[in-house]
Nanobody
Framework: VQLQASGGGLVQAGGSLRLSCAASVRTFSSHSMGWFRQAPGKEREFVAAISRSGGITDYIDSVKGRFTISRDNANNAMYLRMSNLKPEDTAVYYC??????????????????WGQGTQVTVSS
């Protein structure tokens, strides 16, 4: 499984961005997926996760109501729509995939495959 994250950039507080994660895998729909982020000097943290079908999602409390995770299994893609961005959302954002047929998870250690990260910078 190869993952490629894109869509990051510089945005003012209150603005929006949509991150994309393109997956090179034959059976994308068999993988639960997630987004994580890492700010300078901080540990990587869970942001959002989505089940194989997209029917179950989970979010860290600080982004609930502002971020929306989704996926398009027909096109091997996952997205993170981020709205009302805050300076504390500044980080490198990573997409990740679990091994096939594993359930949704918030634990970074449970993800087997990682993309290279895309920088999101929110100015105040």
């Amino acid at each position: 499984v190869q993952l490629q994250a894109s869509g990051g950039g510089l945005v003012q507080a209150g603005g929006s961005l949509r991150l994309s994660c393109a997956a090179s895998v034959r059976t994308f729909s068999s993988h639960s997926m997630g987004w994580f982020r890492q700010a300078p000097g901080k540990e990587r943290e869970f942001v959002a996760a989505i089940s194989r079908s997209g029917g179950i999602t989970d979010y860290i409390d600080s982004v609930k109501g502002r971020f929306t995770i989704s996926r398009d299994n027909a096109n091997n893609a996952m997205y993170l729509r981020m709205s009302n961005l805050k300076p504390e959302d500044t980080a490198v954002y990573y997409c990740a995939a679990r091994d096939s047929y594993h359930p949704i998870s918030t634990a970074s250690g449970s993800y087997a495959y990682w993309g290279q990260g895309t920088q999101v910078t929110v100015s105040s």
